[in-house]
């Protein structure tokens, strides 16, 4: 073993030993609240609940409440929860007592900077206060145009698949995931990433595609990193990665870190390239020719950074964030956009094959919209895209009823992010809006907590709550957001989500500051897609005579893979059925 590799695993093993004490201090603490027994010495509920963890989840909630103790790793005890006062306990009333745990802070610091998903405190109440307006609904609508551009461009390829009369069965899932790059690259970035166009990947794009997945990959090493952020500067933390992975090691493990060290200098020196043109762009009023991010069209410098280059040049000297600041944002916001948006626009197109009758109804009304918004115009030049389909405007296409109903519900049933996590900072207390057990079996209101306690904040729990959503909580009925009001409040009871009353993304300060930009992209796509197409379930059986069937895996994410024996079951998949619309 060389020397600096004896480094490396001397840090490493240090590291492991301070966590090893930090857990079992945490041990100490006791968490008087009722929840299921143990089911591993190591990992206790932890496998159970996070690994394909759908109806586990919920099957907890329903069995002990709204909040419950679960077992975590080394013997840990955290506090699972989904009760609407308790999480705006957490995540509102007393946010400033409950932290982003130190594994996803430090975490993110190494990986993408000093965006608003690595900062805490004053910072990133700071960083917010900048960013907040830069998502405001009038950038949204100067937005739109861009990601219909990458709507349409993913109806063209699918379109020229297919016919009228014979279906196509196509794995629509990296065309998804394709696009929701390119409307992030172009939308945040005002970068032209042209994900869409195959054969034409360069080493940003594609280092950002597979950003996400390369950390889900590294997952092992998430716990050891807070000791080793604390304990040594970012280029000794660097040093550390370098020789831990030089390859004389070479598991599969070692080379998972080591992909996503390359990966990350790529995406951070890719970053930089572009925030430095930015911010020429923005001191020279011309359009600068060597500009490689700009489709034009009118949409230079309506890019969610150029705005915020804009409000940060003009704000006052105290507010302003620095250069690596802004720069941290431009990663946190490709990673916080990508994967999530992907998983909703797959989810709601599969929820579209299954149910036909509700894909006939959603396309019945954004055609009628399109009519009746090309018959007011004079001019069909400002209508149409380049591919001749019609474009809605910003307000029609987000106002239009059933659309807007498919896409909540989806998001209710199946929150991208299913569940979250939170410490506590100091001791208190959460309060509870529907009592719980304690271990002996008393009723409780309230439950005392240590100083960092973690919590597992459950968006799937609280989004399938029966007590607020009613008995078809876990039904997937679009129809509910027509037929009342105070969809998501029963007795006066609701969650404190800053969409509907969900807790899809999530309520307070660290909520998704993008949901109204998910929230256009995803009616976008169906807005592109469904006049255009048809999509059922696969039905033809494969050389083999097996038809496939879809299941969605939930870990971090949801992911929609193919049951064996026509899958595999594991890799990412989701094939439909497609043919062109009659007319
Ligand atoms: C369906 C799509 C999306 C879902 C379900 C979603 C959900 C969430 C959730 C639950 C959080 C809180 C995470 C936490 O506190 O640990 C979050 C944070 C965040 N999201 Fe989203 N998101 C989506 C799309 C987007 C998009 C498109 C963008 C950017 C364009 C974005 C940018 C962010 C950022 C920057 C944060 C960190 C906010 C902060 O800490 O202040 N998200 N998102």
Known sequence: MSFPQLIGYSVLTLAVWKLVQRRASRKANTLDVAGPASEHWLKGNMESICVDGFERCLKIAADYGGAIKIHAFFGDKWLYVSDPRALYHILVKEQHNFEEIDDFIFCNKLVFGAGLISTLGEQHRRQRKMLNPVFSISNMRELLPIIQHVSHQLKSILVSNLSTHNS?????????????????????????????DTGNENEYTEALRML?????????????????????????????????????????????????????????????????????????????????????????????????????????????????????????????GLETTTAAVARVLYMLAKHPHIQQQLRAEICDAMTAHQALEVDHSHTKDSFGSVRLPYDSLMNLPFLDAVVRETLRVYPSLPVLARKTTTVGSVPLQFPVRSVSGEEINTIPVAKDQIFVISVLA????????????????????????????????????VYSSMMTFLAGNRSCIGFKFAEMEIKDALAALLPAIHFALPSEPDDSGNVKEIYWKTSVFHTPVVKAPAGDGETPHLPLSMRLVRE
């Open 462 to 497: 609280a989004n399938h709550n029966q007590a607020v959503w009613g008995e078809d909580a876990s039904e997937w009925k679009p129809e509910r957001w027509l037929n009342s009001t105070q969809v998501g409040v029963k007795d006066g009871v609701r969650y404190a989500g």
């Open 212 to 336: 996400s997945s390369s950390i889900s990959k590294t997952i092992v090493f998430r716990p050891i990193v807070p000791v080793v952020v604390r304990n040594f500067s970012l280029y000794w933390c660097k040093k550390i990665a370098d020789w831990l992975t030089i390859s004389w090691l070479p598991t599969q493990t070692m080379r998972n870190l080591r992909e996503l060290r390359h990966i990350v200098e790529i995406a951070d020196s890719g970053s930089r390239t572009i925030f430095q043109e930015k911010k020429a762009a923005l001191a020279a009023p011309s359009p600068m020719p060597s500009q490689s991010y700009d489709t034009s069209g009118g949409t230079r410098g309506k890019d969610i950074m150029s705005i915020m280059l804009k409000a940060n040049a003009s704000s006052a000297e105290g507010d302003r964030l620095s250069d690596a600041e802004l720069l941290g944002q431009m990663n946190v916001m490709i990673f916080a």
């Open 168 to 196: 196509v069965e196509l794995d629509v899932l990296p065309w998804i995931s394709r696009s929701s790059l390119d409307c992030v690259c172009e939308g945040v970035l005002g970068y032209h990433s042209a994900a869409l």
